[in-house]
């Protein structure tokens, strides 16, 4: 099998030469070759990205306890206004596509729904409770 080296030589004697490459295949068997190291190497980063999420579960329950209590403490101080999952994400010193991964590997859901479903549940608090004074 040619290695890189034997790669390069035959490429710079062509390019010193004119001539092309001996095996015009060459090129192709090297880039299914370098397809199939990306696919593993890619593989090998999403299993360790997925694996973080299984064994860090005493600290994702704290971070799950810190951004319902940010939900509730910021609906309690700005009940019309919503937040963007990228201000709740910052907070908690984290990009917003982790902190979504995180919930939805713990919860089922993302962080949108999270938010989503906070809001929906205020709602039917609120339309209780003023169906109930009236």
Not at 116 to 123: D, K, N
Request: no cysteine.
């Amino acid at each position: 099998m040619p290695t890189l080296r034997t790669a390069q030589k035959l490429s710079s004697s062509a390019i010193t030469t004119g001539d092309a490459l001996p095996d015009s295949s060459y090129s192709e068997h090297t880039q299914d070759i370098i397809v199939s190291q990306l696919e593993v190497l890619l593989n090998y980063a999403e299993r360790f990205y997925t694996r973080q999420f299984r064994t860090r579960h005493n600290v994702e329950a704290d971070i799950v306890t810190r951004f319902e209590a940010m939900l509730h403490r910021h609906f309690e101080q700005e009940p019309d206004k919503l937040i963007a999952a990228n201000d709740i994400a910052s907070e908690l010193s984290m990009s917003a596509h982790y902190l979504s991964d995180l919930l939805r590997s713990l919860t089922g859901m993302n962080t949108l729904q999270h938010i989503h479903a906070h809001v929906v549940e205020r709602a039917k608090r609120d339309k209780r409770l003023s169906s109930s004074e009236t």
